[in-house]
């Protein structure tokens, strides 16, 4: 009897983790969507067509701040009851404003109800398709702004299904899996010309990536933060939620350094690397050439290697994890200011009895070529360009 | 699963395979019950820390409907990807015979250049760099 996994008992599509992150993407995305579109989307619908709506005067008939209780605090909203008349006929409004959620903050509320007190004239506006539906500020509310927050849920509930649906991380069935055979590398291989080789990650892409990660953790997080803050103007500190955001609030602050340092990096030279050859087997020699775009003064070191490593991808739990284990670095070129030079070329041999490039769906063997600048008292640069190291002709 | 023994081999000893031979074995079955199909497959899988991997490379029908018996298979072998074994990944080629119940026999073998697996764990030496 086979020892170990045999293949026909290999491994299984993780469907049930699948339909768990579904459930639970889709749910951010519908709560998120229901939640933009009564407090956002349809207040402000309202606000653009209320633009042409006459402006006619109301006389306040009462008017208080209404305080609804929670567990973490109260919130507040404006409650008014007016009176006008359209052709002739009276009305009886009650609509302050379209937004119609209870908000933290009590004094803007009651700095408005101090201004509506019982027979204040004040102008409001009348629909002129439905002389009953009325308002007195037709305008965008500051508190609106603080609707968009859940935006964020919805951010995160698409693009999890999108990256779901068509990223990686596909569970592979022996019908789809990976035939590597040396009839695509021996095509690649037979194009032995120079190429200038694109990085792996563009920094560009990875400031983009690390921004709209700053943004939707940070947005989520600033949300409970300002229900804190607004309860500790209150006089009532929520010691236990505070407690309970510290961690939250700190990843959020280490996001935003990596920002921001990826955004440093943009200021970095750039090196270019261009092969004789991008599909070179082992114990074949190559010739890497290379120029640096940009500042070089600012450069203390700069050095290029070629890697090899393992890249190990696994699940644990819901968080997919990949490890990565170099297991060889062949200097290229290294160079110390004031020698640093705006490009040169060397030549390289790919050890004879190594692995060549492979990919599968969760195990890779990866060959890159390393560029790496050491700036003083800036961020260091570190780009990547794939080489494919190739099976023996 | 049916009680019964299964076995694959080669017909030339040794473990050590170069791309692009001819491998033939010599499946033997013997079961309590007839299996509906009895197949050959060459394969190969990733064993360590990374969610495995699996590839069937060929797939040969060996015998239907019969309790026992004795058949040759060949394969020839694609160029790769070559057997290797690192700190994090091994990849293992073998041919397994399966019956469709599930009774399985396995044999494992290399696939590289030289026939030996690939070691990856250990740092290559560092070439001098060009300054």
């Keep these: 009897m086979a020892q170990n996994v045999s293949i026909s008992s290999g491994p299984r599509a993780t469907v049930g983790g699948r339909v768990f992150l579904g459930f639970f993407f889709g749910l951010f995305l519908l709560l998120g969507g229901a939640f933009e579109y009564s407090f956002f989307l349809k207040p402000l619908a309202?606000?653009?067509?209320?633009?042409?709506?006459?402006?006619?005067?109301?006389?306040?008939?009462?008017?208080?701040?209404?305080?609804?209780?929670?567990?973490?605090?109260s919130t507040y909203r404006v409650n008014v009851?007016?009176?006008?008349?359209?052709?002739?006929?009276?009305?009886?409004?009650?609509?302050?404003?379209?937004?119609?959620?209870?908000?933290?903050?009590?004094?803007?509320?009651?700095?408005?109800?101090?201004?509506?007190?019982?027979?204040?004239?004040?102008?409001?506006?009348?629909?002129?398709?439905?002389?009953a539906d009325a308002v007195i500020e037709r305008g965008f509310t500051a508190d609106m702004w603080f609707a968009l927050i859940p935006m964020v849920f919805v951010i995160v509930g698409a693009v999890g299904l999108y990256f779901m649906i068509f990223g990686r991380g596909r569970s592979m069935s022996l019908s789809s899996a990976p035939n590597v055979t040396l009839s695509s590398y021996s095509k690649a291989a037979a194009r032995a010309m120079p190429t200038l080789l694109s990085p792996k990650q563009s920094r560009g892409a990875k400031l983009v990536?690390?921004?709209?990660?700053?943004?939707?953790?940070?947005?989520?997080?600033?949300?409970?933060?300002?229900?804190?803050?607004?309860?500790?103007?209150?006089?009532?500190?929520?010691?236990?939620t505070t407690l309970f955001l510290?961690?939250?609030?700190?990843?959020?602050?280490?996001?935003?350094?990596?920002?921001?340092?990826?955004?440093?990096?943009?200021?970095?030279?750039?090196?270019?690397?261009?092969?004789?050859?991008?599909?070179?087997?082992?114990?074949?020699?190559?010739?890497?050439?290379?120029?640096?775009?940009?500042?070089?003064?600012m450069l203390r070191r700069f050095s290029i290697d070629l890697e090899g490593r393992e890249e190990a991808t696994y699940r644990r739990g819901t968080t997919t994890t990949t490890d990565r284990e170099v297991f060889a670095t062949i200097g290229v070129?290294?160079?110390?200011?004031?020698?640093?030079?705006?490009?040169?070329?060397?030549?390289?041999?790919?050890?004879?009895?190594?692995?060549?490039?492979?990919e599968?769906?969760?195990?890779?063997?990866?060959?890159?070529?390393?560029?790496?600048?050491?700036?003083p008292n800036w961020p260091d640069s570190d780009d990547e360009f794939l080489l494919t190291v190739v099976p023996h002709r | 699963?049916?009680?019964?023994?299964?076995?694959?081999?080669?017909?030339?000893?040794?473990?050590?395979?170069?791309?692009?031979?001819?491998?033939?074995?010599?499946?033997?079955?013997?079961?309590?019950?007839?299996?509906?199909?009895?197949?050959?497959?060459?394969?190969?899988?990733?064993?360590?820390?990374?969610?495995?991997?699996?590839?069937?490379?060929?797939?040969?029908?060996?015998?239907?409907?019969?309790?026992?018996?004795?058949?040759?298979?060949?394969?020839?072998?694609?160029?790769?990807?070559?057997?290797?074994?690192?700190?994090?990944?091994?990849?293992?080629?073998?041919?397994?015979l399966v019956a469709d119940d599930g009774a399985s026999a396995r044999w494992e073998f290399t696939l590289s250049p030289d026939g030996k697996e690939i070691l990856l764990d250990r740092r290559m030496a560092s070439a001098p760099r060009a300054r």
């Design chain 1, 360 to 375: 599968a769906p969760n195990n890779k063997v990866v060959w890159v070529i390393r560029a790496r600048g050491e700036i």
């Design chain 1, 246 to 297: 510290i961690p939250f609030v700190l990843v959020g602050l280490f996001v935003i350094v990596l920002a921001f340092h990826q955004a440093l990096m943009l200021s970095n030279p750039k090196p270019n690397v261009t092969v004789s050859k991008p599909n070179v087997p082992p114990g074949d020699e190559l010739e890497v050439t290379w120029s640096i775009d940009g500042r070089i003064d």
């Design chain 1, 46 to 73: 309202r606000i653009v067509s209320a633009r042409d709506w006459p402006s006619t005067t109301c006389e306040i008939i009462s008017s208080s701040v209404h305080e609804s209780r929670g567990d973490d605090g």
């Design chain 2, 1 to 96: 699963m049916s009680t019964g023994t299964l076995t694959v081999a080669p017909t030339d000893a040794g473990t050590a395979r170069r791309p692009g031979e001819v491998i033939e074995l010599s499946a033997e079955w013997s079961l309590a019950t007839p299996p509906r199909t009895l197949e050959a497959r060459l394969f190969w899988f990733t064993r360590g820390k990374g969610t495995q991997d699996v590839n069937v490379v060929e797939t040969q029908p060996v015998a239907s409907l019969e309790s026992s018996g004795k058949r040759r298979v060949r394969f020839k072998l694609p160029e790769a990807p070559y057997s290797f074994s690192g700190r994090l990944i091994s990849l293992i080629w073998a041919v397994e």
């Design chain 1, 333 to 358: 070129v290294e160079q110390i200011t004031p020698a640093i030079r705006g490009g040169g070329s060397a030549r390289v041999t790919i050890p004879a009895t190594t692995m060549h490039s492979f």
């Design chain 1, 209 to 240: 990536l690390l921004t709209v990660i700053a943004l939707v953790w940070n947005g989520t997080v600033a949300f409970f933060l300002f229900q804190v803050v607004s309860a500790a103007r209150r006089a009532s500190f929520m010691w236990l």
């Design chain 1, 81 to 131: 009851t007016y009176r006008y008349d359209v052709d002739g006929r009276a009305y009886v409004g009650d609509r302050y404003k379209f937004i119609t959620a209870s908000s933290s903050g009590y004094g803007g509320k009651a700095a408005i109800v101090a201004a509506l007190r019982p027979g204040t004239r004040t102008p409001c506006y009348v629909n002129p398709a439905n002389p």
